[in-house]
C-alpha cells in the first residue's frame, strides 16, 4: 500500500513510518497539518491516509474535516482517523462522509492500538480496500448510547446480536466474527440474518448492508 | 536594602490589615451598620432635645449643633461603608472571573502538554515495542532471520522514550505543585534559586507558614519572575526576597538588567497581577529602561 501519514508528532510519525515500512507498505508522505495532508493526498493520491484529529493550527478537529474532505474528493483512498481520546460524534460525522459515496473506507482507532502492530496494519488494510475499522472503544460508547436511546430495531437486539453487530461496527468479516465469539461461522451469518431483519435491510447486496446496519446503529 | 520608612509604612499596613481581618466590623458588617445607625438617631434626637429647649438654652444654643453634626459624621461613614462594600463586590466579581478562566486556562494548557509530550512520546514507545515482539515472535518461528541488533535498536529507542516521557510527566508534574513546596515556602524558594541558571542571593525571613493557597502563588510568582529576568533583562545576577510580616507576605525580586518591564495586556506580567488580585494581594513593578528593576508581590498570609 501507499500511505500519507498526518501527526503533528514528530516521534509518532517516525514510529508510524517504522511500523509500516516493516509490514512492506511505503508512506509516501509524512506530514504535520491538515492542510499539508491535503496537498499530500493530492499530489501522491496514496491507497490510505492515517490522520490524527488535532492538528495546528487551532488543535481542535482539523484532522477530522481533512479526513471527511479526503472521502468526499478521493475515494479511491481510504481514511483511517486516528486519536488518543475517542468521541462517538467524530465517528458519527465519518461515517456519514463514507456513506454518501456508497462504500466505507473510513476506520476510527485510539492511538493505543498502535501497539498492536498487526492489528493496526490489519486495519489500515481493511480500509484502504473500501472497509471500515472502528475501535471497539467506540463501538462500546455507542452501544451504550443506543441502549439508552428508543431506537426499536436497535432495542430488539439479543445480546449475542448486539456483540456481533459490534464486531461489524469495527469492520470484521464474518469469519473473525466467528473466531472472535468463538463459534462457527454459520452461526454468525445466522446472527447477521437476524439483525438485517430487525433492522428492517431488504436482502440486497450483503456488503453495503453491513454498512447501513453499522450506520443504523451509529444513528440510534 | 530599603529604606526603613518603605519597610514601617508596609507593617503598618500589614498590622491594619490583619486587624481589619480579625475586626468583628469585617465579621458581623449588619450588626455593626445597626449601631452605627443607632447612635447616629441617638444623636439627631439629642440635638432636636437641645433645640426644644432653646428658651432656656440662651447663648448655649450651639451646643445642639454638636449631637447634629456628630448624627451627619455618623451617617456620612455608614455612607461610605456601603460604597466600600459596592466597590468590594465589584472586585471580588471581577477576580473571581479571573480565578475561573485562570484554572480553565491552566487545566487547557496541562492538558495539551500532556497529549503533545507525554503521551505521544508513549504512543510511540508502545510502537516500538510492538513491533520489537513482532519481530521477535518471528524470529522465534523462523519466519525471519535472526537480527538481534535490530531489536536491540528499537528496545533502545523504547527505552529512551519511555525515560523521556518520565521527565517530562515529572516537570509537568512540578508545574501543577511543586511537591517541595510541602517542606515550606523558604525551602522551595530556595530550590528554585539554586535551579536558575542566574546566581540568585536569597533573603528569606518567614517566621510564620502563610496559608497553602499563599505559597503556592508566592512561590510560581517567583518563578515566573525569575524566569523573566534570567530570559529577557540580560542581568548578571538577581536578588529574591520572600518576608512574612504579621498579615503580609512579600516576594521580592531586584536584578541589575535592563530594565523597561511592563504589565501589558496577555503578557506574563499581566498574568502574575490577575493571579494575585484574586487573593487581594498587590503587584509593585519598578523597571526603569535601562535599570534596574524590582517587583515587588504583597499577598495577605491568608486566603
Given at each position: 500500500m501507499r500511505i500519507v501519514i498526518a501527526d503533528d508528532s514528530a516521534v509518532v510519525r517516525v514510529g508510524l513510518i517504522e511500523i509500516l515500512a516493516d509490514s512492506g507498505h511505503e508512506v509516501v508522505a509524512a506530514v504535520g497539518t491538515a492542510d499539508d495532508l491535503i496537498a499530500a493526498v493530492d499530489e501522491h493520491r496514496p491507497d490510505a491516509a492515517v490522520v490524527d484529529v488535532r492538528m495546528p493550527p487551532g488543535y481542535t478537529d482539523e484532522g477530522l474535516r481533512a479526513a471527511i474532505a479526503i472521502r468526499r474528493d478521493h475515494p479511491g483512498t481510504g481514511v483511517l482517523v486516528f486519536s488518543q481520546y475517542i468521541e462517538t460524534r467524530y465517528a458519527a460525522d465519518l461515517l456519514g462522509a463514507a456513506s454518501g459515496g456508497g462504500a466505507a473506507g473510513v476506520g476510527y482507532l485510539?492511538?493505543?492500538?498502535?501497539?498492536?502492530?498487526?492489528?493496526?496494519?490489519?486495519?489500515?488494510?481493511?480500509?484502504a480496500a473500501g472497509g471500515t475499522a472502528l475501535d471497539p472503544e467506540v463501538v462500546t460508547q455507542l452501544l451504550s448510547a443506543s441502549r439508552a436511546s428508543r431506537n426499536d430495531g436497535i432495542a430488539t437486539l439479543t445480546a449475542r446480536e448486539h456483540e456481533v453487530l459490534a464486531l461489524m461496527a469495527e469492520g470484521r468479516s464474518n469469519a473473525a466474527i466467528a473466531g472472535i465469539l468463538v463459534v462457527s461461522e454459520r452461526s454468525v451469518e445466522k446472527h447477521v440474518g437476524n439483525i438485517f431483519a430487525k433492522l428492517s435491510l431488504a436482502p440486497s447486496d450483503a456488503d453495503h448492508r453491513r454498512v447501513l446496519a453499522v450506520l443504523r446503529y451509529l444513528e440510534s | 536594602m530599603y529604606a526603613p520608612n518603605n519597610n514601617a509604612s508596609s507593617s503598618a499596613r500589614a498590622i491594619l490589615m490583619e486587624f481589619l481581618v480579625r475586626s468583628w466590623e469585617y465579621r458581623r458588617p449588619r450588626l455593626w451598620i445597626g449601631v452605627r445607625f443607632a447612635c447616629g438617631i441617638f444623636n439627631v434626637a439629642l440635638g432636636l432635645l437641645l433645640l426644644a429647649f432653646v428658651h432656656q438654652l440662651g447663648q448655649l444654643t450651639w451646643l445642639a449643633a454638636i449631637p447634629l453634626a456628630g448624627a451627619v459624621l455618623i451617617f456620612w461613614t455608614v455612607y461610605q461603608l456601603q460604597q466600600d462594600s459596592v466597590r468590594r463586590v465589584q472586585e471580588l466579581e471581577q477576580s473571581r472571573a479571573h480565578v475561573v478562566d485562570d484554572s480553565a486556562a491552566r487545566l487547557r494548557r496541562i492538558e495539551r502538554d500532556l497529549h503533545d509530550g507525554a503521551q505521544a512520546q508513549l504512543v510511540a514507545v508502545t510502537m516500538k515495542l510492538g513491533l520489537a515482539t513482532k519481530k521477535v515472535g518471528r524470529m522465534i518461528d523462523g519466519a525471519e532471520p535472526v537480527d538481534l541488533d535490530r531489536v536491540m535498536d528499537l528496545v533502545a529507542a523504547a527505552h529512551h522514550g519511555a525515560k523521556e516521557a518520565v521527565t517530562e510527566l515529572r516537570d509537568l508534574a512540578r508545574g501543577i505543585h511543586p511537591p517541595v513546596l510541602d517542606q515550606g515556602l523558604g525551602i522551595?524558594?530556595?530550590?528554585?534559586?539554586?535551579?536558575?541558571?542566574?546566581?540568585?542571593?536569597?533573603?528569606?525571613?518567614?517566621?510564620?507558614?502563610?496559608?497553602?493557597?499563599?505559597?503556592?502563588?508566592?512561590?510560581?510568582?517567583?518563578?515566573?519572575?525569575?524566569?523573566?529576568?534570567?530570559?529577557?533583562?540580560?542581568?548578571?545576577?538577581?536578588?529574591?526576597?520572600?518576608?512574612h510580616a504579621p498579615g503580609l507576605l512579600r516576594v521580592r525580586v531586584n536584578d541589575d538588567g535592563c530594565g523597561g518591564a511592563r504589565v501589558e495586556a496577555g503578557g506574563g506580567l499581566a498574568g502574575l497581577a490577575d493571579r494575585i488580585s484574586t487573593v487581594d494581594g498587590r503587584l509593585g513593578l519598578r523597571s526603569p529602561a535601562g535599570g534596574p528593576s524590582e517587583i515587588t508581590v504583597e499577598l495577605p498570609s491568608r486566603a
Open positions: 485510539l492511538k493505543d492500538r498502535v501497539a498492536e502492530v498487526d492489528d493496526f496494519v490489519e486495519a489500515l488494510s481493511r480500509v | 522551595a524558594l530556595t530550590t528554585l534559586a539554586a535551579r536558575s541558571e542566574l546566581p540568585v542571593e536569597l533573603v528569606i525571613d518567614l517566621p510564620e507558614r502563610p496559608s497553602a493557597a499563599i505559597e503556592t502563588i508566592a512561590y510560581f510568582c517567583a518563578a515566573e519572575l525569575l524566569t523573566n529576568v534570567t530570559k529577557h533583562s540580560g542581568a548578571r545576577r538577581a536578588t529574591l526576597e520572600a518576608v
